[in-house]
């Protein structure tokens, strides 16, 4: 709050906004699954190691998120706002592809703080319940919605989380192999990344979860995902590398 970290509309100086990276999403039969590390960066300092990048959007759908934290703090509040207006005055939600749309909007009308460096790009995960299966949509400034196939990643440490991705997913994992996979993808993109932070043994800080389904969108709680990361940093003490991938004709 002091004048010198204040962001000025005229050089946009935006390096004291504390920044969240990263999430990502992956589909399985019958639902789909959000994870997010906890680190939060300004410039080359950690101002926040337990952010929740990923929030429940409604009963069926979750949002997670990476940039500016105050802008996408509000964007998500402002969305879950408008999915449980749009259901007490319709008497029905909305459709999957019609909450990324209104995300899409919502996206579109911070495009010129977006400009000037206060970036907010949402990645939106949801069970649509007709198909009986989990989408995932990402965005890029101006708003554009985009279906991503399978899995997607964003945020600095996102081309890391990718590529662990592409040796780890199938598209027939199992929920609990998937949550094993996006936490294998996020040590990967801590490994490499110091903008993302990796499970915290020491002081209890582990990736947040979250997956929708039939049943409804659920958050993993603290001891579920504590597990997971568990599993997966002791595996790393004998395989610093992590999984291998199998080779398939």
Not at 12 to 18: R, Y
Not at 26 to 38: H, K, S, W
Not at 146 to 164: D, I, N, Q, T, V
Not at 184 to 212: C, F, Q, S, W
Request: glycine share 10%.
């Amino acid at each position: 709050m002091l004048p010198w970290n204040r962001v000025d509309e005229n050089t946009a100086d935006t390096t004291a906004i504390p920044h969240g990276t990263t999430v990502l999403a992956a589909t399985f039969p019958g639902g789909v699954m959000v994870a997010g590390d906890r680190r939060a960066t300004a410039g080359n300092m950690i101002v926040n190691r337990e952010l929740e990048k990923v929030a429940l959007a409604d009963d069926y759908s979750i949002i997670a998120y990476a940039g500016a934290v105050s802008m996408s703090l509000e964007l998500i509040r402002l969305f879950q706002f408008e999915l449980q207006h749009y259901e007490k005055v319709q008497g029905r939600s909305l459709s999957t592809a019609g909450k990324a749309n209104r995300l899409a909007a919502m996206v579109r009308a911070n495009l010129g703080l977006a400009a000037q460096g206060m970036v907010a790009l949402p990645l939106y995960a949801g069970y649509d319940e007709a198909k009986g299966t989990g989408h995932i949509f990402s965005y890029d400034i101006g708003g554009g919605p985009y279906e991503e196939r399978g899995f997607y990643a964003l945020g600095s440490g996102s081309p890391y989380a990718r590529g662990a991705m592409k040796k780890l997913y199938r598209d027939d994992l199992t929920v609990d192999e998937l949550a094993r996979a996006c936490v294998e993808a996020l040590y990967d993109a801590a490994d490499d990344d110091a903008a993302t932070g990796g499970p915290d043994l020491t002081r209890g800080i582990y990736p947040v979860l979250a997956v929708a389904t039939a049943d409804g969108a659920r958050r993993y709680s603290d001891d579920e995902a504590a597990a997971i990361a568990r599993t997966v940093v002791d595996a790393r003490m004998t395989s610093p590398l992590g999984p291998k991938a199998p080779l398939r004709p």
